[in-house]
């Protein structure tokens, strides 16, 4: 289990990107959550579950712009969650040769 210390960090790191975010791109929260569901929508009918590096890679510099930092997209995602659009189902390794293959949530329409 995470300590508290590095929930507040992870936390706080999502905090900061999307408040400069926001700051770069006025409702880019919005505009992300709205892709979030457009895209689950989508992948629903095909029964797929997904990331968020899946739907920021579909979406990304189209209907939404580019964040500063991609930690933006976990608030984006949390939020969807929130409104009931998404809802996690598990974990897979990311495809994002960034991430050096570590583990993200994995996601179905909600």
């Given at each position: 289990m995470a300590s508290k210390q590095s929930v507040a960090a992870r936390d706080a790191g999502i905090a900061q990107a999307v408040q400069h975010a926001e700051e770069i791109h006025l409702g880019w929260t919005d505009k992300a959550v709205e892709a979030i569901r457009t895209y689950a929508r989508c992948v629903r009918a095909r029964?797929?579950?997904?990331?968020?590096?899946?739907?920021?890679?579909?979406?990304?510099?189209?209907?939404?712009?580019?964040?500063?930092?991609?930690?933006?997209?976990?608030?984006?995602?949390?939020?969807?969650?929130?409104?009931?659009?998404?809802?996690?189902?598990?974990i897979a390794q990311s495809e994002a040769a960034h991430s050096h293959m570590s583990f993200v949530t994995e996601w179905r329409a909600g």
């Open positions: 029964g797929e579950t997904f990331t968020a590096e899946r739907v920021r890679n579909s979406v990304i510099g189209s209907c939404v712009p580019t964040p500063p930092h991609l930690r933006s997209w976990g608030h984006a995602m949390r939020e969807a969650a929130k409104k009931g659009y998404i809802q996690k189902v598990g």
